[in-house]
Every structure is written in C-alpha cells, then in structure tokens.
C-alpha cells in the first residue's frame, strides 16, 4: 500500500494540469449563410466542424456571439445542414505553408493548390493575421520600383514599399495594366490576389496576361465571385500574408490585389449577417477598419532587412463615381492613385491613365529634382491643353493668343504617343525619364 502511494505521490505534481476537453454544440439556427449554435465555448475567429446530413463536415469560422450563441460563416458551400447538427470544435490554425515551392502555384483562399500540380511541400508556416510593425522602425521610402509602364515610371514614379490605388470602373483595362506589372517589373517576387472577380478571369489573367514569364516568380491567390464572402476576405489576407513572408526574407516584393472592393464587400457581408448595422451607403463600420489594417501591413519592413512590399490595389469606382465610400475611404490611407479613364479606354488610348487626377505622393523623395520638375511641367502643358480643347476643336481658338496653348497644341501629338504604350513593351526608368526629357526640351517646347 505504501508502495502504491509512493508511486501515486511522483505523479502528484501533474495532476492540478488538467487538459481542456472543448464540448461540441449543436446547430439550432440557419439564416441566409449565418449559422447559430449553443453549447460551445469558443471566441471569434475559431474553427470548428459542422456536421452535415450525409455525415460529412462543413468548415466554419466563428465571427461573432451573442449571450450563450456562436455565429459561425461557413468556409465553403453550405449545402446537407440539419437542425441539430454537430458543431465539433477543431485546433486547425490557419498556418499556411510558405517558401520558394510556392512560385507559379495558384493557390484558394485557404492555401489550398487549385493548379493540378500536386501539394506544396514546405516546413515553413505563416499566419493569415500576420505582424504589426511599428512605424517608427520600418524603413522609409527612398528609392524608386520599376515597373516598366513609361507613363507611370515618368510621372508617377513608384517608391520601394509604397501602396498605391489603381482606380477604375469596369472594362477599362486594369487588368491588362497589372499583367504589364508582372512582366516587366525589377521586383524579385510578384504576389497577386484575384479577389471576388469572376471565375473566367482568373484563368485569363493567369495563362493569357501574367503568361508563364510572368507566373514563373509569382504566387497567384484566386477566390472567384462564387466563393463564400469568408473565403473572398481569407484570400485577400492570405496574399498579404505570403507577400509579408518574402518581405521578411529581404526580397523586393510587387503585391496586386485585384480588387479592393470586393474584399470590403466580403466583410459587408458578414458584418450585415451578424448583425452590425450599415453606416455608409449600407457598409457597416467594421468595413472602414479593415481595410487600414489589410493595407498597412504592406510597405517596408524594418531598417536593415532590406525587403519591401509596393502594392497596387485596384479599388472598382461603380459607374466611375469617384465619390463611392470605398474609393473615397482608401484614397485616404494609400500613398497615392493611378486614375484609369473610360474616356480614354474608349478612344482606344492604353494604358487608359488620366493624367490630371493621378498622383503619386512619395515621388518628390524617390526622384532626383530635375525629373520631379520636367514631370510637373508635362502636366502643366498637358491641363492647359485639356482647359483649351473645346476652344481648339472648334476652331474658335486663334493661334498666337497665348504662346502656352500654342505650345501645348503643338507637343499634344508627341505627348499622346507618350502615354500610350503597347502589351509587349517595356520601358524601364531611366529610358522614361529621357524620353520625358526629350519630348520637354525640343525646340517648339522651350
């Protein structure tokens, strides 16, 4: 006996740890995606497992409570849900496999391949959530990326981490613009997030605009229009997240996200499920603090990496308002806009870039004065003309009344051709800037 309690007394120590048995709850309520459940212990943005009538499982995240009820959004389709049904909690962290096995896969919302080309083998892991760096140790932005798109590249050059907004409405070649990007851009990786766009576009955008040059030094991550609105916000994480990882490895990273909108869309969706009420134009608060916490965790990482994550994201302006709440909110926290105009698109101008309502706000600290300066003045030749042109095409406008138009009528075909640039071809930096040069300093233009 005193063996016994000998033995027993060597286990003492151990048994005040006592593990932690999560109970399974049960399905009592399903209204539209949103799913209800009691009896389980959870917080939000766990995982659990809700069984299905053909004993199969349906995966949801928890997104919000209220008192003793769950309100879970299932990951995939919803279909075979019963009353009663088992809600099984799960330790499934979203860690997703990261690493050089992931260039040219395309990869769904949860990191799944959807390419055919078998698993991805990795030992490393990264969060959807990603880290928060504080801003007083990331690297500033101090030198310029290529992005081999001439009109851009002169005058609205690109800062290494800087994040900017491409703004367009439907049908105006966004996408054509990024497929450019990819191709012909200095970055070392290429991470794009084709978000809520629909499902032919996605393989459009891989096999016809990025092509296999493009696809060979990128991770492609697409959740189509069909997928659930949690699938369509995982997917836009998950690109940063990657994005983050090659950041954090010192490369120099160019991040499209295709689009914006749909992203703060997908979480209008399930805030409106829950129960948040609409604030702005029927989206919830919560959308407006999403969307900063999406886009600041791009940029540059901190002093003495040497990685930065520059990111375009396209933000859809519906019936190219402008004004639209979600056009208007990023336009706020991004560090400058590339304007995409129908009237342009239409007269078969590409890339379709309005000049007069594009900025780049870290251009003065990444270029040298002299082309901050020539870039300024093909603007101010560019507007005057534009201020002028119903006067000119009408013929009611004299020439020698003002030496400005004068001048501005005078360059606009070569400044025309300047702006438009082909599919295949690729303008580097430096050759932007002395075409911009020459184009200024002919001799009608002094």
């Not at 606009?412 to 020459?438: A, C, K, W, Y």
């Amino acid at each position: 006996m005193n063996n016994l309690a000998s033995r027993l007394s060597q286990y003492q120590p151990d048994s005040s740890v006592r593990p932690r048995i999560a109970p399974e709850g049960r399905l009592v309520r399903m209204v539209g995606l949103t799913l209800e459940a009691v009896g389980c212990d959870l917080p939000v943005g766990s995982y659990c497992s809700v069984e299905t009538a053909h004993g199969g499982f349906v995966e949801a995240e928890v997104v919000g409570f209220s008192a003793d009820r769950l309100y879970l959004m299932p990951v995939g389709v919803a279909e075979g849900l019963r009353p009663g049904g088992r809600v099984i909690p799960n330790d499934k962290a979203m860690n997703i496999p990261v690493g050089p096995a992931l260039l040219g896969r395309v990869l769904n919302g949860i990191g799944e391949p959807i390419d055919g080309l078998g698993p991805i083998i990795s030992r490393e892991t990264t969060s959807l959530h990603g880290k928060i760096i504080n801003p007083l140790d990331r690297k500033p932005i101090d030198s310029t990326l290529d992005v081999g798109i001439r009109c851009i590249n002169s005058l609205f050059a690109v800062g290494q981490g800087q994040r900017l907004g491409l703004f367009a409405g439907s049908g105006v070649g966004k996408s054509m613009l990024l497929g450019m990007m990819t191709r012909f851009t200095e970055a070392d990786i290429i991470i794009v997030g084709l978000v809520g766009e629909r499902g032919r576009e996605v393989k459009e955008f891989i096999e016809q605009i990025l092509g296999q040059e493009g696809l060979a030094r990128s991770v492609v991550v697409a959740s189509p229009a069909d997928d659930s609105a949690l699938m369509r916000l995982r997917a836009a994480m998950l690109t940063t997240s990657i994005a983050e990882y090659f950041r954090d490895q010192g490369k120099k990273v160019l991040m499209l996200m295709d689009s914006l909108t749909r992203f703060a869309q997908a979480q209008r969706e399930i805030a409106l499920a829950v129960g948040e009420p609409p604030a702005t134009k029927g989206y919830p608060p919560s959308v407006f603090a999403k969307i900063p916490q999406l886009v600041e965790r791009a940029g540059n990482g901190k002093e003495g990496t040497g990685g930065s994550i520059t990111a375009f994201y396209t933000v859809l302006t519906e019936g190219d308002d402008q004004q639209d709440p979600i056009a208007d909110a990023t336009r706020a926290i991004l560090d400058g806009h590339i304007v995409l105009s129908r009237r342009l698109a239409e007269e078969g101008h590409y890339p379709a870039i309005d000049v007069e309502a594009s900025i780049s706000r870290v251009m003065p600290h990444v270029v040298s004065d002299e082309h901050l300066k020539q870039a300024y003045r093909f603007k101010q030749i560019y507007a005057k003309y534009q201020q002028s042109k119903d006067l000119i095409s009408v013929g009611a406008y004299s020439k020698g009344s003002d030496s400005e138009i004068d001048q501005a009528i005078t360059l606009m075909p070569v400044m025309r051709q300047f702006l438009q640039q082909g599919l295949r071809e690729n303008v580097d930096v430096i050759t932007s800037f002395q075409q911009l040069h020459m184009i200024l300093n002919q001799p009608q233009a002094n």
